[in-house]
């Protein structure tokens, strides 16, 4: 069994040592990749690292949440950002815990007040998600099979010391578990950096989520210094990025 770390630098959990072997890959995607997330609403800062992405051929997938609350500025920066190859993807209507909605109040007005009214707003922009991310990260078996009529695939979070859960096949993946880089994540970068390498090392993709960007205000932000140390350990590897719906079923 080969070990992600170097003896000495890090001690992880014996789950995550014992779950790293080489993971099969399906589908016609065979080259190892990160899938680079971004979730809500926070288009101005975004765009403004379109050129850092267009240099190193970097294509993220932004969830929307709050779609309603969005200028005509920032709508026409996500259509740029749509025309530079990212993929603008689907993150509720209006960003609440959706496991604790569905209790209140059923899947039905769920569904409609959460997810039709949402992408019937985009649909009337010429958006037309097909991948979805829990508010939150918080979903059940339930919501996952409802949501798969709909979408794709759907993104919750990975809250273990299992970082594998996070490593997906290149192709054909419903569910996947991103891992948070945001500063609330507290994740060492050296940490990242070696699971950029063990999904080079096993041909499968690192699917990542932040919020924020370079922001000093909120911990739910990724600093460029974070994203261009991650882009420049993909590119020295020769790993792509891919969109969501790209590794999707």
């Known amino acids: 069994m080969k070990k992600l770390f170097s003896t000495g630098i890090f001690v992880l959990s014996v789950l995550f040592f014992c779950s790293c072997t080489r993971m099969e890959v399906k589908g016609k995607l065979t080259r190892a990749g990160i899938a680079l997330t971004f979730d809500d609403n926070s288009v101005d800062e975004w765009f403004t690292c379109m050129p850092l992405f267009d240099s190193f051929g970097v294509k993220a997938t932004y969830y929307i949440s709050n779609y309603q609350q969005l200028n005509k500025q920032q709508v026409q920066k996500l259509k740029i950002l749509l025309r530079h190859g990212h993929e603008i993807a689907f993150h509720s209507t209006n960003h609440y815990n959706m496991v604790k909605y569905v209790n209140n109040v059923g899947m039905e007005k769920l569904m409609r007040n959460e997810i039709e009214i949402g992408l019937d707003r985009m649909h009337a922009d010429n958006f037309h998600p097909v991948t979805f ?105 020769g790993i792509n990025f891919y969109t969501v719906k790209e590794i999707s079923r």
């Open 133 to 237: 991310a829990y508010p939150y990260g918080q979903h059940n078996a339930s919501l996952d099979n409802k949501l798969l009529e709909y979408f794709k695939s759907v993104r919750a979070l990975n809250g273990t010391n299992n970082y594998t859960r996070s490593m997906a096949t290149v192709s054909d993946n419903g569910i996947l578990y991103g891992l948070g880089i945001d500063e609330s994540s507290k994740r060492d970068m050296k940490v990242i950096l070696q699971l950029v390498h063990n999904a080079f090392e096993n041909n499968v993709c690192l699917v990542l989520v932040a919020h924020h960007i370079d922001r000093s205000d909120t911990k739910f932000s990724t600093s460029l210094t974070t994203l261009r140390r991650i882009i420049k350990e993909a590119d020295d590897l």
